[in-house]
């Protein structure tokens, strides 16, 4: 072969490792959108316009009100091994270990686990099987703030794992929702990065916190969260009805638009006076948050909301 055509040869293999390499940089990739029907605000996106991305914060809120007890139909469990488990709590805290087990999710958001309202200690909330015998009652304070159990970080999946057991993790009287949210926004303030975007996933048993603790409104807290860069997706766990057993999907409907990650945002939600977002129509149609009526649906809405943020993982 000539000289010229060692060249030729040359100069087409190294077109081909560009062409592979350019490619190969455009896979790896992994833009999403924030919410379910949210904005594509550009979070996951290199400052230098690369395309890579970094692991967002998120910060797990689970409620562990007094009502969690309850099984999906709304009734009191048996106090044996066989109530337990159909109990609201002990389902959550298993989706949320199954989740915790998802290979690399971890390293690929930036993990932390709050509650709602927070244990004073001293046996003041309960524990499931004192609430289901009845042999305690709650003496937690009403309406009290929530806690970090723990602060959103990479490779934090075993710890939380390890810091929640539907059997000795306590259930506290009372749902300050909005008391919860601001514990998380507080916390994740404290975290803030630059180029990190910091997410919370509520995820409750219902909407009574308007007969129990109506102040701090969270639609309110949530509106201030969205307009700081946080955005809240909500999980309804449980009966998808407006009786007291139920998530009230009216009032998680609005949450969800104020959270800025209701389905079909741009249509289902509206501004209102003063800024943040009010569901268009709360009342008719279908959910605009992520409605989970049992173990399996669950499962799936907390694989779906980490799936539709995390940084290269993959479901």
């Given amino acids: 072969m000539t000289r010229y055509g060692v060249c030729v040869q040359y100069s087409r293999i190294l077109s081909l490792i560009l062409v592979a390499a350019a490619a190969c940089g455009q896979s790896s990739s992994n833009h999403k959108d924030a919410g379910s029907g949210g904005d594509d605000d550009g979070g996951n996106t290199g400052d230098d316009g690369d395309m890579t991305c970094t692991a967002p914060n998120m910060l797990i809120l689970l409620d ?42 971890d390293q690929s958001l930036r993990l932390g686990l709050a509650m709602f309202p927070r244990d004073p200690g001293g046996g003041k909330c309960i524990t499931l099987s004192q ?68 997410y919370i996933m509520l995820v409750t048993d219902g909407a ?54 209701a389905k079909d945002f741009a249509t289902n939600c509206k501004q209102v006076a003063g800024g943040g977002y009010d569901a268009v129509d709360p009342m008719n149609g279908p959910p605009l948050y992520y409605d989970a009526a049992d173990a399996t649906a669950l499962a799936a809405s907390l694989r779906a909301v980490a799936g539709s943020v995390c940084c290269g993982c993959i479901f």
């Fill in 64 to 105: 562990r009100t007094g009502t969690m007890h309850r099984n999906l139909a709304g009734a009191t469990p048996t106090d044996d091994p066989a109530g337990h488990a159909t109990a609201k709590f002990t389902i959550a805290i298993n989706a949320l270990d199954a989740l915790m087990a998802t290979p690399g999710l």
């Fill in 208 to 261: 009574d916190f308007a007969d129990s603790c109506p102040t701090p409104d969270p639609l309110e807290v949530l509106r201030t969260l969205d307009a700081a860069g946080t955005k809240t997706f909500i999980v309804g766990f449980g009966a998808q009805d407006t009786t007291t057993q139920g998530v009230n999907p009216p009032v998680l409907n609005q949450l969800a638009c104020a959270g800025h990650t």
């Fill in 131 to 198: 609430r289901l015998s009845g042999s305690a009652t709650f003496m937690n304070p009403p309406c009290e703030a929530g806690e970090v159990v723990v602060e959103p970080a990479l490779g934090t999946a075993a710890s939380i794992a390890a810091s929640i057991d539907p059997e000795t993790t306590t259930i506290c009287n009372t749902t300050p929702i909005g008391a919860g949210l601001q514990t998380a926004q507080d916390d994740l303030v404290t975290h803030a990065m630059s180029g990190v975007d910091q």
